[in-house]
């Protein structure tokens, strides 16, 4: 019964072009990587500052799991709050410049965990979403059952005529990312800061693409454009720019308490492990003073959008160190994607429902490991497939 179902279900999405599978990393997930024995070009990972494997992260990574040891072992309420997770969210919470952090197992859980805790359908409330925002961000919208409204991607007078439809909730959360996710474009925060404060909405920023990336000290794309302070909760994720692991949300004292006694992405599940906490920190502190790989990786950004550009690419409207090469249908960037793996890059085809039917795409993910040759390289690649009119 189960066997003849599964058969079915992944006939479905096979025919559909859209299986997925997983591949087998065997270096640590740096700018060149190894794959069955080979070395590749690695244009898949959000490793934007080249921190992964760091000596000093590693160095510190151990010293905090001889210290703590590898798992927290309890939830945060029951008996897994370690001084080392209440260091971890003072530094966090000034790294964002609010009163208060917490941080979750993962940035999944944050956003989940947040707008689940906060919007509930009993409360005359409403969520207001970005149009391409993140799954997480929609898992949590979908699991509070409030009413969902959707604007068009980051266009600020779509939005405003949602808020304006919205103005019968007595609650509404306005939801959105600085840096999109698998497009690079930016949300034009300040006017999203100040639309929520005309129309009365709580306004809520992921921030998992820009933190470590934009602003002074790496401290995100709010802080870049002088927002943050209007921004009432950031979201953000050690998982990326920080190559450690966690979520975790900013905000006042208060929403703080709130989240600890009503977020069950919070509540009901073992706390961030003390060792990534400790490990954490140190990526913290790196993160802060590496402007040099900060601006090495903008020059680089911009010299591949301008290069893919001209030579007649789709960049969707990237400004960060997310580079998609929109390819449309399935089977024109599954074709991409094995022709630069054939020669030695792994840049993986993002299909739907990662990315709106019709507009799969190949995401090229900088990192500041990454070399002039390295895109230079991929540039050479990807006209070849111009030529071959494969893409
Ligand atoms: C915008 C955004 N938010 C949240 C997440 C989830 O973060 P994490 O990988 O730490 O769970 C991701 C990434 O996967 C993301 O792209």
Known sequence: ????????????????????????????????????????????????????????????????????????????????????????????ADFKNKPAALVFPSGYQANVGVISALVSKNDNACIIMDKLNHASLWDGAKLSGARIFVYEHCDMSSFESVL????????????????????????????????????????????????????????????????????????????????????????????????????????????????????ALKSLEIVKKSGDKRRHLSVMSERLKNELNEAGFNTSNSRSQIVPIITGSIENTQKAAEFLYKNGIYAPAIKFPTVPEGSARIRISLTAGHNFADIEKLKNLTQKLRLSKSV
């Not at 934007?48 to 160095?59: K, Q, S």
Request: glycine share 10%.
């Open 164 to 279: 304006k439809r919205a103005r019968g909730y007595n609650f509404k959360l306005a939801v959105t990312e600085s840096v999109f996710s698998m497009d690079g474009d930016l949300t034009p925060l300040k006017d999203f800061a100040q639309l929520c404060v005309k129309y009365g909405a709580v306004s809520m920023v992921d921030e998992a693409h820009s933190a470590g990336v934009f602003g002074k000290e790496g401290r995100g794309l709010a802080w870049a454009l002088g927002v943050e302070d209007k921004i009432d909760i950031i979201i953000g994720t050690l998982s990326k720019a920080f190559a450690a692991q966690g979520g975790f949300a900013c905000s006042s004292k208060k929403l703080i308490d709130f989240l600890i006694n009503k977020s069950r992405a919070f509540i009901y599940t073992t706390a961030l492990s003390p060792a990534i906490c400790g490990t």
């Open 1 to 92: 019964m189960l066997n003849e179902f599964l058969e079915n279900k992944m006939s479905e999405i096979k025919n559909a072009g859209l299986l997925r599978r997983l591949r087998l990393i065997s270096s640590n997930p740096g700018a060149h990587i190894i794959i069955d024995g080979k070395e590749y070009i690695n244009f898949s990972s959000n490793n934007y500052l080249d921190l992964a494997g760091n000596r000093e992260i590693n160095e510190e990574a151990a010293r905090a799991v001889q210290k703590y040891g590898a798992g927290s072992v309890s939830s945060r309420l029951v008996g897994g709050t370690f001084r080392v997770h209440e260091e971890l969210e003072t530094a966090l």
